[in-house]
């Protein structure tokens, strides 16, 4: 009811701002020049395009998602504080270059991870529910999907015009479509994994390892990508200071996956011997 009254007020909002633009400028370019020029009409404008973000999220969860759990939107909660936080951070690096498309980039990318995240946790489910129907799998596997398409879009949107105008605010936007492409990957392919375990009543021994070796790999990509980022940052805008935590985390979580992958498989190899019959 809350959200039916805020879209109602907002469209009703943006309708009367246009209707007033036309009556008093009569004319196109006048039109427009008050719309992107006037404060109040480039907020109200600006809230109603968070407006058609919000419907086409919800939208977008009702074909791929359905109905979300309680864990599923505490989690999105949580990494949106984190994710806005952190963004907001990187992009005081380029903070001659702020502008309303920038803050466009800002809401496109939010919205990016906002189902990345939720396509992750609703893998973990379906790994440990007992009653999945294929559909489930086809709309988790068919989000997952179309979020490679989209992030690989953008990230050659990215690099094609920051190779055009030299370095700019679209290397940070180009970095993080590129780790949401790989995050994408990982959870694809581990579905893949799961399906493949299903398919043989879940007796597939080696499951294990090859899932602690994808997370090793996908973690390199990871790391490599941001070894990738700060070298060009520090290049052409000097030493960012946060993106050194995040290298860090990133090579810690390298090294941890690293050291399980091994301790796994040594276990499994000692099991191996020690019981070959069973």
Not at 168 to 173: D, G, K, M, T
Not at 176 to 197: G, P, Q, R, S
Request: glycine share 4%; with cysteine; hydrophobic share 50%.
């Amino acid at each position: 009811m809350k959200f039916l009254a805020y879209a109602v007020t907002s469209a009703t909002l943006t309708a009367a701002t246009v209707s007033y633009a036309v009556h008093t400028r009569q004319q196109f370019y006048p039109i427009v020049v008050f719309l992107v020029t006037s404060k109040l009409s480039v907020m109200i404008l600006g809230n109603f395009c968070l407006l058609l973000t919000l419907l086409l999220g919800q939208m977008t969860k009702a074909i791929f998602l359905g109905r979300l759990r309680d864990q599923e939107r505490e989690v999105m909660f949580d990494r949106a504080r984190y994710a806005i936080t952190e963004t907001c951070l990187a992009l005081t690096i380029f903070h001659e270059e702020l502008t309303i498309r920038v803050f466009t980039l800002f809401t496109a990318l939010l919205f990016s991870k906002v189902f990345h995240w939720l396509g992750e946790v609703r893998l973990e489910h379906v790994q440990q529910a007992d009653n999945v129907t294929n559909l489930q799998h086809f709309r988790l596997v068919a989000l997952m999907t179309t979020l490679i398409g989209t992030d690989c879009l953008l990230l050659g949107g990215c690099a094609y015009f920051s190779l055009q105008r030299m370095p700019s605010v679209l290397i940070l936007f180009g970095f993080e479509y590129a780790i949401l492409a790989v995050a994408a990957l990982a959870t694809l392919a581990k579905h893949a994994l799961h399906a493949a375990d299903l398919r043989i009543e879940g007796t597939w021994q080696a499951k294990g390892s090859y899932s602690k070796l994808l997370d090793f790999v996908f973690e390199a990509l990871r790391f490599v990508l941001f070894l990738l980022f700060f070298a060009i940052i520090f290049t052409y805008y000097g030493m960012p200071l946060h993106i050194v935590r995040e290298l860090w985390v990133s090579y810690t979580n390298l090294r941890k996956c690293w050291d399980q992958y091994k301790r796994y498989h040594r276990l499994m190899v000692g099991l191996n011997d020690r019981f070959p019959d069973a």
